[in-house]
């Protein structure tokens, strides 16, 4: 199993192609897991829109919760996401068996949430896993189950390289990873930049 470097304490991308944007991350450790702590602000397909989200992680990088406020042209949203770490969710304190199997989240405005499957897999060269996700839409905070594939690719020099598919949205792509197990360079969507 692949281990990773501790965390960084702060991260940042600067979204483009698909969107026009940043997003800053605040991490932090204790025994118990990490928090992040994070910011996104872009416009895409004619719309501006803000993130602010919080996420709590267990050691092993499962998602334990995330709570999330968005700003658009639709207004200002909310959403609180439990997750019971066996593939239970809770959307705003409702049961919501539609994500049951899913272990990770994923934000459509953040390039940091690839980092949680991947860290958590802790893939070898040559090994894939399916690694569904609760999907948090960016504009209105709806949520979805997104079918995600991860399979891990040779390195490139010092860098770790995964296959990520999600076969819903048609989608897929190289995502270059660091020591920490943090998107570098996710094409088309993000570059890492600090």
Same mark, same amino acid.
């Given at each position: ?16 192609? /698909?969107? *026009?944007?940043?997003?800053? !991350? ?6 118990? $897991?990490? &928090?992040? @702590?994070?910011?996104? =602000? ?68 953040? /390039?940091? *949430?690839?980092?949680?499957? !991947? ?6 060269? $040559?090994? &894939?896993? @399916?690694?569904?996700? =609760? ?60």
């Amino acid at each position: 199993m692949t281990t990773f470097s501790d965390p960084p304490r702060t991260a940042a991308w600067q979204h483009q192609n /698909a969107r *026009t944007g940043f997003e800053v !991350v605040f991490l932090s450790s204790d025994d118990d $897991g990490y &928090r992040v @702590e994070g910011h996104t =602000a872009a416009f895409e397909g004619g719309e501006a829109w803000a993130i602010d989200y919080v996420i709590t992680l267990d050691r092993g990088w499962l998602t334990q919760s995330a709570r999330t406020e968005g700003h658009s042209a639709t207004g200002r949203h909310e959403l609180t996401l439990e997750a019971d770490g066996a593939g239970g969710w809770t959307i705003n304190g409702a049961p919501a068996p539609e994500l049951d199997g899913c272990l990770d989240l994923d934000l459509e405005a953040s /390039a940091l *949430t690839n980092a949680f499957p !991947v860290r958590r897999l802790g893939l070898e060269v $040559g090994q &894939r896993a @399916e690694a569904p996700a =609760a999907w948090v839409r960016a504009l209105e905070l709806g949520v979805e189950r997104l079918a995600q594939r991860y399979a891990r690719l040779e390195d490139d020099t010092k860098h770790l390289r995964y296959d990520y598919t999600a076969p819903d949205l048609d989608f897929r792509s190289v995502l270059v990873c660091d020591e920490h197990g943090l998107v570098l360079d996710y094409p088309g969507l993000a570059v890492r930049i600090a």
